[in-house]
């Protein structure tokens, strides 16, 4: 190789560095800023909710026994949870229904094509968080009720109809047992 070469290709390694590294900002801008602009919001969510969960939808109704019509309606709503989880980084989006949760929990099993899809739409990797502590100490159960308040006001603001009640089906079962 030609000291000619060698000096083109270094140089081509810095402008490859330096291309990455204003990609790795700009992206790290982006996720942190605050959803403002509609066209952006509206490009945001389209993306998500017509994002192909085929696949997974199967795997889901498979595992838990759901019918057509179930998946329907929680593969819409986990749609509706990643969206809301999207523009609402700083509250963070608690999970409230066990049956959406079931749908999540599939698709993290297609593990890259989870990442694929958080990278993509959700500007970052949306991990899933447990709940270990089911102690409901008075505090606890105020700031959950709080966080719920709250997920409930930002999905009727944001799709501008009531929130499905399959998020509050697991409070009922609770409830009543």
Known sequence: MSLLSKVYLKKAYVIIFALCVISFLSLLYCSSCAFKDTDIK????????????????????????????????????????????????????????????????????????????????????????????????????RNLRNDFQMFIKNYQETFDEEIHSIWFLDMCEESIA
């Open 42 to 141: 509206e490009s945001v969510m389209k993306s998500i909710m017509e994002y192909p969960m085929g696949p997974i939808v199967d795997r889901c109704k498979k595992d838990y026994k759901y019918t057509n019509e179930d998946m329907m309606l929680l593969e819409r709503e986990l749609k509706r949870f990643f969206v809301l989880a999207t523009f609402n980084k700083k509250e963070g989006t608690g999970m409230y229904s066990c049956d959406v949760d079931n749908l999540w929990h599939t698709f993290i099993l297609f593990t890259k094509q989870y990442a694929h899809f958080c990278a993509q739409n959700v500007g970052y990797f949306l991990h899933h968080v447990p709940e270990l502590d089911r102690s409901l100490n008075p505090e606890i159960l």
